[in-house]
């Protein structure tokens, strides 16, 4: 039985053996690279009662948050075909680790309902640092090269653009591309561009492999049509490229047109785009916020 099932049939035998009221809600937000969660515990049914019971309430919390979080951490796609959890299974990452994750997470003080009922705290985990975790190699893989580049510009960054459905490769159908925290990057003739190896690795906690955006946000009132978010992660020069396609068994991959991966392998420059992770990626707005569970 996978792991993150065994930690749901936990909690609910919680629910059903003990008293006590305690819940987990929340949404994975990609565009800001994040987990938000918040705990909830009901007082009258762990049988505190305030001003006295506050600090037994919050230390019931905080020892029943990292249960509440994991299966929600396992479930959490790496790249196009496996899980956090799928890793674990694997023997490559450990539950210890995934605590870890749980444990780094920035915490609210604790506040009272209105109605003065329930005890909440909220936790923000970082996608980025998450993905911090999955960075194994010491130097980053040599970007693919052609024999005849093309003259390319310059660029400050690369935006790639898939906010509506593409054509899932090999399949007969389309899909909306599904954001992980490594996804990989195709041309048309499938030859493949970027993928997490290409990462320079001297601080990925803070530079991500890509990060995600909504199509609000290359449709802004400024010089460049970009968002600040977005500017600031890209520059105001960025190559847009429009994806051709999505890749894998969660459709996580892009394909993008070989003219325009040709643009970008043929500069020195731009190749050195890909080690710094300078690449946004716009998707749908419905994939990019999730609620916990979902």
């Known amino acids: 039985m996978k792991i993150v099932h065994l930690c749901i049939l936990f909690l609910m035998a919680m629910a059903v053996y003990g008293e006590t009221k305690i819940d987990i809600a929340g949404t994975i937000e990609w565009d800001k690279m994040e987990i938000n969660a918040a705990v909830s515990l009901d007082l009258?049914?762990?049988?505190?009662?305030?001003?006295?019971?506050?600090?037994?309430?919050?230390?019931?919390?905080?020892?029943e948050y990292i249960a509440l979080i994991r299966p929600w951490i396992l479930s959490i796609p790496v790249d196009s075909s496996l899980t956090i959890e799928d890793y674990v299974e694997a023997g490559n990452f450990s539950l210890l680790q995934v605590e870890g994750l749980a444990l780094s997470a920035r915490t609210a003080p604790p506040s009272l309902s209105t109605d003065f009922a329930k005890l909440k705290t909220s936790y923000t985990i970082s996608l980025a640092g998450i993905s911090a975790e999955f960075i194994r190699h010491s130097r980053p893989a040599t970007i693919r090269r052609v024999l005849s580049p093309v003259p390319a510009v310059s660029h400050t960054g690369i935006i790639i653009i898939a906010p509506d459905e593409l054509p899932v490769h090999g399949m007969n159908h389309s899909a909306l591309a599904l954001p992980c925290l490594f996804p990989k990057i195709w041309d048309t003739d499938m030859n493949l561009i970027y993928e997490r190896n290409t990462?320079?690795?001297?601080?990925?906690?803070?530079?991500?492999?890509?990060?995600?955006?909504?199509?609000?946000?290359?449709?802004?009132?400024?010089?460049?049509?970009?968002?600040?978010?977005?500017?600031?992660?890209?520059?105001?020069?960025?190559?847009?490229?429009?994806?051709?396609?999505?890749?894998?068994?969660?459709?996580?991959?892009?394909?993008?047109?070989?003219?325009?991966?040709?643009?970008?392998?043929?500069?020195?420059?731009?190749?050195?785009?890909?080690?710094?992770?300078?690449?946004?990626?716009?998707?749908?707005?419905?994939?990019?916020?999730?609620?916990?569970?979902?």
């Open 199 to 294: 990462l320079e690795v001297q601080n990925p906690q803070r530079s991500p492999m890509v990060r995600y955006a909504p199509e609000e946000g290359i449709f802004r009132p400024t010089p460049s049509g970009l968002s600040p978010e977005i500017t600031a992660l890209v520059g105001d020069k960025p190559l847009r490229i429009m994806a051709r396609g999505v890749f894998g068994i969660r459709p996580t991959d892009l394909i993008i047109d070989s003219a325009d991966a040709l643009g970008i392998i043929s500069s020195e420059e731009n190749r050195r785009l890909l080690r710094e992770g300078k690449v946004v990626i716009i998707l749908n707005d419905k994939v990019l916020k999730s609620a916990l569970g979902e």
């Open 44 to 63: 009258a049914s762990a049988n505190i009662r305030l001003p006295t019971g506050r600090n037994q309430g919050e230390e019931l919390i905080s020892s």
